[in-house]
């Protein structure tokens, strides 16, 4: 029970940290200053979902969409993350209840739970520290892959969890959203199908706060998208 | 090597055998005789994927569906899943080359590998035998939970790879869909969301072969939807 307690009291703590880090962010206005020197340190963050590996056009589109990026800006940094690869958990119950602050503090956190809602706190740190953020998410059998879903259930609960308690937020993050190219089932996506797909996923990202989304479906309209960046 | 050659003649033995039986079933006439005796026989294959257990109107509506089928239908026997308490892994990309037949023979073949592909089959299989499906698949974070998808990808996948080889069907599987319920941000899911999710399910299921699909939001609409059941 002494280190049940103990762990708790760890998660609890470093949940507690990263809340009010969050907080001091988002409100305090000193960090507008730092946002002189931002475009020099563009963060890209980087992610692919389809499980096709290099045939899939969607990995192929996110890649190109970097490249284009780091040509722009020598100073970017890219942070590049493979849910395929290597994939998140589904998103249990218990995960759930931790990130969406409804675990009951009566109930011991075991390790494996505890190392999770941390690794989930700090996927959407890495989202929120993103000036773009680079993503294939193609519809596969119908809807996002297995791997992106448990990847948003996190984000999503996590950011409805936190948006009362933090104000608001930096509204300036691109999102370039791939949803063509991960077909395995060799029919091309009807035109409604893939409508449908995309509008879920403008809902699901403007829940996550994002203002700026593009989607993308072919090379050619690439070019146009990143024109923001150009400009910047 | 030899070993290695071993397994991979095991598996694809096992796979030949299974796509026999089910090419033998499909065009065999014999069947069709033991049909008549089949309404006394109801196979019902229950299904939940809700992450939030018993708090779910999802698995609440499901259980009150089964519940009445199987009291209508004394002989009835219901297989149960639970994809959130056991989920099935995310379908990788090695996972889908082998049940789309796309494998390289000239690899070998791992026994986690071999597992799971045929699981994948058997899973199709339970499917298949059911005369009844009731299915919890709820639109959780916009889209139906990760671990409902990662039963679907196999089911799809492996359909579209035997679909051309088996020829003709059963058609008069019943497919009840529970689309709500499993709702955690705290939002009513606007009509239009609910709407597109439930299109994307039911293209799903036409790909799957299923031609009688009934899509059920509410408890109330349950007792209509189960009509058919009454009249068989």
């Known amino acids: 029970m002494e280190f049940a307690g103990r762990l708790r ?8 940290i990263y809340f009010k880090l969050e907080k001091f962010i988002a409100t305090n206005l000193l960090w507008k200053r730092f946002r002189i020197v931002y475009p020099l340190l563009m963060n890209i963050l980087h992610i692919d979902s389809c499980a096709l590996g290099d045939h899939s056009t969607s990995r192929q589109m996110t890649s190109a969409a970097t490249a284009a990026l780091t040509a722009a800006h020598e100073q970017a940094t890219v942070l590049y993350r493979d849910l395929a690869a290597s994939p998140l958990s589904h998103a249990s119950g218990p995960l759930l209840q931790v990130i969406s602050q409804r ?11 505890r190392a999770e809602a941390l690794q989930s706190v700090s996927l959407l740190q890495e989202f929120d520290e993103a000036d773009v953020v680079v993503l294939g998410a193609p519809m596969h059998n119908f809807s996002v892959p297995s791997t992106l879903k448990a990847w948003m259930d996190r984000l999503l609960e996590l950011r409805a969890a936190t948006a009362i308690a933090l104000g608001p937020r930096r509204n300036d993050v691109h999102v370039v959203l791939v ?4 077909g395995m089932l060799g029919l091309e996506p009807a035109e409604e199908l893939m409508h ?22 072919q090379l050619a309209d690439l070019q146009q998208v990143l024109e923001f960046k150009r400009a910047a």
């Open 9 to 16: 009291g760890k998660i609890i703590n470093s949940l507690t």
């Open 103 to 113: 675990w009951d503090a009566d109930i011991p956190m075991n390790a494996e739970l």
């Open 179 to 182: 949803t063509a190219g991960c």
């Open 196 to 217: 449908h797909h995309e509008s879920q996923l403008r809902a699901a990202f403007r829940h996550l706060g994002i203002q700026h989304l593009d989607m993308v479906r």
